[in-house]
């Protein structure tokens, strides 16, 4: 099993270039998050799906768009890049129902850099 | 407003020192505290989930607790590979259906041999 896959894992964009960065698990999860983390703010949530279909905001997702047409994949999309979006991205996946041990799976991250 | 608090932000230890790790927590209805770890240009990877208070669970050379308000994560004899950043989390009880987690700032621990 892969887990949980990201692409790509690094990319430098331009101000007011678009991307889109994708997030893929294989085991079969139904809640999938997209989170940024930057230095002395931790993990914050930009948007999060609980099934197919479904998608919703978190607690920064201005300037962000996401998509979760099929169950395994979960998409980000940045419309038009600024420089306050340079930050390292992390996908995350849990199952609806854990056991006593349950956790999110997470990505390895995509390093995003906008200049 | 549900919000975490880890300390210190940074701590070094030598081989074989034991030490703990603080998470202090405000949440509506706690659901589940998440502790992780975190290697440098990884993602964080799973390392317990405690529900209620008195609960306790270990795992090698780390044990975590949860109190009404706090969790500790102690480092018994800690060697120089448990080096990492140490993040901590908190599901809320609005959050049941959504299964988000609401992360600490983390901390940075160096364990030299």
């Known amino acids: 099993n892969a887990g949980v896959t990201q692409t790509p894992k690094f990319r430098v964009l331009k101000t007011g270039q678009s991307m889109t960065l994708l997030c893929a698990q294989d085991m079969n999860h139904e809640y999938m998050y997209w989170y940024r983390q930057d230095p002395g703010m931790g993990l914050r949530l930009i948007h999060y799906s609980v099934g197919e279909g479904t998608t919703a905001k978190g607690e920064v997702p201005d300037g962000y768009n996401v998509s979760r047409l099929k169950k395994q994949n979960f998409l980000l999309g940045l419309e038009s890049a600024a420089p306050s979006q340079t930050s390292v991205y992390f996908c995350?996946?849990?199952?609806?129902?854990?056991?006593?041990?349950?956790?999110?799976?997470f990505g390895s991250g995509t390093r995003l850099t906008v200049v | 407003e549900d919000q975490v608090t880890q300390s210190p932000e940074a701590l070094r230890l030598q081989e074989g020192e034991s030490s703990s790790l603080n998470c202090s927590y405000t949440?509506?209805?706690?659901?589940?505290l998440f502790w992780y770890r975190q290697d440098p240009g990884k993602g964080p990877e799973f390392l317990f989930t405690?529900?209620?208070a008195g609960e306790e669970k270990e795992k090698e050379r780390l044990k975590a607790t949860l109190t009404k308000k706090e969790s500790f994560l102690h480092i018994t004899a800690p060697k120089p590979e448990d080096s990492a950043t140490y993040l901590c989390?908190?599901?809320?009880?609005?959050?049941?259906?959504?299964?988000?987690?609401?992360f600490g700032q983390g901390t940075t621990l160096q364990v030299k041999p």
């Open positions: 949440v509506s209805g706690l659901r589940g």
């Open positions: 989390a908190v599901q809320a009880g609005g959050s049941s259906n959504t299964g988000k987690l609401i």
């Open positions: 995350a996946s849990r199952l609806y129902r854990g056991g006593p041990n349950y956790g999110y799976t």
């Open positions: 405690l529900y209620s």
